[in-house]
C-alpha cells in the first residue's frame, strides 16, 4: 500500500469583529460582578480567566494539520491511530449531505478514546475514494458518521 498524505487547517478560521470581542468583555465582565456581588469569588476568577483565554483563542490563527493514511495507520501530526484501534469510519462525499459541512468531504472516525471519540478530518475530493478503498481493505468497519451537533452549535455562536 502506498502512503497517502495530505494536510488541512487545524479549524476554520472565523472573521470576528470589534463588536463580538466587546459582547465577549461585557458579558464577562457582568458575570464577574455578579458572581463577587453574591461572594462567589472563585467563579469570578474562573470567569475572568476564561474570558482572556476565550479572546485569545479567538485571535490565534489555525495551523496546518498534516494527516497520513499508511501501512501502520492513520496519523495525525506524530499521533499514530493503529487500523485496530480504529472502531470504525466514514467518508463524507455525498453533495446533499456535504450542505451539513460546508460543502467539504470530511473523514470521520470512530475510535476508541474515551473523550471525543469521533474525529471529523477535512479532505479533498479527489482523495476520498482512495481513503475509502484502504481503510475497506485494513478491515475498518464502515458505519455512518456525521458532526456532532455540538459542533454546529459552536459554529453558529462564532467559534
Known sequence: ????????LEYEEKERSNDWFWALGVIVV????????FGNYFFAI?????????GFFAIKKPEIVPYELNN??????????????LKAFWV???PSAMLETNNKPMLFLKTERFFMPILGIPIEL????????????KEVLEEKMTEHPYEKIMERLGF
Not at 457582568?30 to 456581588?37: D, K, V
Not at 495525525?76 to 487500523?83: A, G, N
Not at 479527489?126 to 481493505?137: C, F, G, P, Q, V
Open 1 to 8: 500500500m502506498e502512503k497517502l498524505e495530505w494536510s488541512a
Open 30 to 37: 457582568a458575570g464577574s460582578i455578579a458572581s463577587i456581588i
Open 46 to 54: 474562573l470567569l475572568i480567566i476564561s474570558g482572556i483565554l476565550l
Open 72 to 85: 501502520k495507520g492513520f496519523k495525525i501530526k506524530s499521533r499514530l491511530y493503529p487500523y485496530e484501534k
Open 92 to 94: 463524507e462525499k455525498d
Open 126 to 137: 479527489d482523495i476520498a475514494n482512495s481513503i475509502h478503498t484502504i481503510m475497506l481493505e
